[in-house]
């Protein structure tokens, strides 16, 4: 994870609201198998990202690339590279 | 045809007074009054209605009480529903291998689904074209079946599910239609009941359909007013109730206490008024429910009425009561002064309620009826002050919008 705000930033989605122990949101932590999340969660996440960031999707380029994402890490990644897409400033 | 008899084994409340039955209980016997001025509630939108008044939950069902991967597709009408129905279980000391059992069903009723995340969807697709629903679990808070389908993976069931919605009538059907599923054999237990959580919304509704009293806004707890010359109106109320309901096959041979055996039910529709239930319509549910049940007129000695405090509706069921019992003075109550009209759960919390009335052979009078009006001067209205009286056998009328008519019968349990 390169970027802290990001890394804050989706902790904070996990911790407050999916309810996940902060401990547990570690990089190479899996969504499904360690967080415990599901596919309505996935959803639920897509609609976080609109809400903090801002975040817009193209459904055939993200849904693949949502589709792919299996630890924190990965998420971190993805929302990074939308940051840079979409040009979002992020609060300092 | 031979039947199963149909026995209560346990109960859950959510009702204006608090959470759980005892709460219900203590209000109501002590005659307090849960309705409440509502203007600030309303906020800004005050000035759109005449009716100020509801009773509103006095206290909340912690929504943190339910996981959150179930809590997610519940808005407040489906926790209250999950609250009573686990407290109905609880109550019933019923396994958790017999809940999960393809013998253990449900029949949940609301009037529809949650308001507030229907209110909240609409302001997210109205205000943000970018977004079609604020989150996953959207649509399942406001989907119809939601408590039915949100009570019913939480606990894990695995029998027969249905959903029922008719408004005023929903939980008194919902009673009804378990108790025919668990007499032809269907199932050996079910959870049934209703759930209605206050929306604006809904007392617009009614104050829209001039239902709603409003003359009483400064002094809430003189309203609604059942049979009362001076009624000018319901008060919107919430809550939710569950019963446990058994085969007395099943609770006999896992001897359980049997609370009450529901003997009668029937329910009819009186295609004239979407508005307005007739007394031709009434009586004749009453009395079909009665036959249901094999009790003549003469064998209830309580009933526990409708009344929401409508001019025309208590009229009408008043008339309709004296005309089925005429010759014996049964006496009647209703506890909507109480704890206002909850809609769909109005029917299950007011039949537990009477259950308590059987119990303790004291019932409970209609607060704030003073001077019945002439409609209802005929009938044996039970005195302010309360009525030390032996229940064998009760009936609870609800009737709803639409002109759907339900009336269950419910008699002590002797073997």
């Given at each position: 994870?390169?970027d ?33 999340l ?28 949502i ?26 | ?87 109905a ?56 079946h939601?408590c ?17 919605s ?32 206050l ?104 009933v526990?009425a ?55 052979g ?44 339900a ?9």
């Open positions: 994870m390169s802290t705000r990001v890394n804050g930033m989706v902790k904070d989605i996990f911790v407050e609201f999916f309810e996940v122990k902060e401990s547990l949101v570690r990089p190479e932590a899996t969504l499904f198998e360690d967080l415990g599901d596919s309505m969660d996935m959803v639920d996440l897509a609609v976080e990202l609109q809400t903090r960031f801002g975040f817009t999707f193209d459904r055939a380029a993200d849904e693949e690339k589709r792919a994402i299996r630890t924190v890490q990965n998420f971190c990644d993805y929302v990074e590279e939308k940051i840079k897409i979409l040009n979002i400033k992020l609060p300092d | 045809m031979n039947r199963n008899r149909v026995v209560i084994t346990g109960y859950g409340v959510v009702s204006p007074y608090g959470i759980g039955a005892e709460k219900m209980f203590d209000g109501l016997y002590a005659n307090r009054s849960a309705v409440v001025n509502i203007r600030e509630w309303l906020g800004p939108r005050a000035p759109a209605y005449h009716s100020l008044v509801a009773a509103p939950l006095q206290e909340n069902p912690d929504p943190r009480d339910v996981p959150r991967t179930f809590r997610r597709n519940m808005g407040p009408l489906a926790v209250m529903a999950y609250r009573s129905c686990i407290d279980i609880a109550h019933a000391a019923v396994s958790p291998g017999a809940v999960g059992s393809p013998g253990f069903g449900i029949v949940f009723s609301s009037t529809a689904g949650s308001v507030e995340a229907l209110e909240e969807s609409f302001r997210v697709y109205i205000e943000d074209t970018l977004r079609v629903l604020p989150n996953s679990g959207s649509f399942f808070k406001i989907m119809s939601t039915t389908a949100n009570v019913a993976h939480a606990l894990g069931l695995r029998g027969m599910a249905y959903s029922v008719s408004a005023c009538a929903s939980s008194t059907q919902a009673i009804g239609i378990a108790t025919d599923l668990l007499r032809r054999g269907a199932q050996e237990m079910i959870l049934c009941g209703g759930s209605e959580e929306h604006p919304l809904v007392v617009l509704i009614f104050d829209l359909l001039q239902a709603a009293s409003w003359k009483y806004n400064d002094r809430p707890t003189q309203t609604p007013r059942p049979f009362d010359a001076q009624r000018d109106g319901t008060v919107c109320g919430a809550g939710a109730g569950a019963l446990l309901l058994e085969t007395e096959a099943s609770a006999r041979r896992r001897n359980a206490p049997i609370l009450g055996e529901i003997v009668g039910y029937a329910t009819n529709i009186d295609p004239t008024s979407m508005a307005q239930s007739s007394q031709e319509s009434i009586v004749a549910c009453i009395r079909a429910a009665l036959a249901d049940a094999g009790v003549p007129p003469e064998e209830v000695d309580y526990n409708h009344a929401t405090a409508t001019v025309a509706g208590d009229a009408a069921e008043a008339l309709a009561i004296e005309e089925v019992f005429r010759g014996r003075p049964v006496p009647v109550s209703s506890l909507k002064g109480h704890m206002g009209h909850a809609l769909a759960a109005a029917g299950v919390l007011e039949l537990v309620g009477s259950l308590e009335m059987m119990r303790r004291r019932l409970v009078p209609s607060l704030n009826l003073e001077t019945p009006c002439p409609e209802a001067a005929g009938l044996n209205h039970v005195p302010a002050a309360g009525l030390e009286s032996r229940v064998r056998c009760f009936v609870k009328n609800s009737f709803a919008f639409g002109g759907i008519n009336v269950l019968a419910v008699k002590e349990y002797a073997e």
